[in-house]
């Protein structure tokens, strides 16, 4: 059974830092698909950044909202993928989690359980 545990949040004020951390063991980690998605109070959970497996043309992909703030990357060696998330908002609160797809012989679609990130204004 895949467990994806995400770790790395808190309280931080108006245009602080934060890194998350999501740990994958016990999967072929480097052929996954990874992302981080957000979702504030009463709001839909929305994509926040992505990244490209490494069977794939490396890509990333981040949210209109947080370009030029936040960075994805991944750590394949030890099956963690990370948000560096700066110049924070009271707009980025919200409860953010991990997410590993692949699909090559069925789709595989594992999610964490979340993270606070809360931003005081």
């Known amino acids: 059974q895949v467990k994806l545990v995400e770790s790395g949040g808190g309280l931080v004020q108006n245009g602080g830092s934060l890194r998350l951390s999501c740990a994958a063991p016990g999967m072929t980690f480097r052929l996954y698909h990874m992302g981080w998605y957000r979702q504030a109070p009463g709001g839909q959970r929305e994509s926040v950044a992505q990244?490209?497996?490494?069977?794939?043309?490396?890509?990333?992909d981040y949210a209109d909202a947080v370009k030029g703030r936040f960075t994805i990357s991944r750590d394949n060696a030890n099956n963690t993928v990370y948000l560096q998330m700066n110049s924070l908002k009271p707009e980025d609160t919200a409860v953010y989690y991990c997410?590993?797809?692949?699909?090559?012989?069925?789709?595989?679609?594992?999610w964490g359980q979340g993270t606070q990130v809360t931003v005081s204004s």
């Open positions: 990244i490209s497996s490494d069977d794939t043309i490396h890509y990333t």
């Open positions: 997410n590993a797809q692949r699909s090559v012989v069925v789709r595989e679609d594992y």
